[in-house]
């Protein structure tokens, strides 16, 4: 999972996934990265937690429009 997380969080910064981009569910990310979808979860949940994503019910899952570490700078 740590992996995952670590790889989504660099494309995210590194503007490889844009904001308001919706990822794939995680049944798909899961079979395209040859884990399990727990896996994925995992690594959708932590960043969420971190603000690095959010959740829409019944819609998906989608790259934030302001990261942590934006923010931060915007002293929010």
């Given at each position: 999972?740590?992996?995952l997380?670590?790889?989504?969080?660099a494309?995210?910064?590194d503007g490889?996934?844009?904001?308001?981009?919706?990822?794939?569910?995680?049944?798909?990310?899961?079979?395209?990265?040859?884990?399990s979808?727990?896996?994925?979860?995992?690594a959708?949940?932590?960043?969420?937690?971190?603000?690095?994503?959010?959740?829409?019910?019944?819609?998906?899952?989608?790259?934030?429009e302001?990261w942590?570490?934006?923010?931060?700078k915007?002293?929010?």
């Open positions: 999972m740590r992996v997380h670590r790889e989504l969080r494309a995210i910064l490889r996934l844009k904001p308001g981009l919706r990822l794939p569910s995680t049944r798909i990310l899961a079979d395209s990265w040859g884990v979808r727990n896996t994925v979860m995992g959708y949940d932590l960043l969420l937690s971190e603000g690095y994503l959010f959740a829409r019910h019944g819609a998906g899952t989608y790259v934030a302001a942590p570490e934006e923010r931060r915007m002293g929010a």
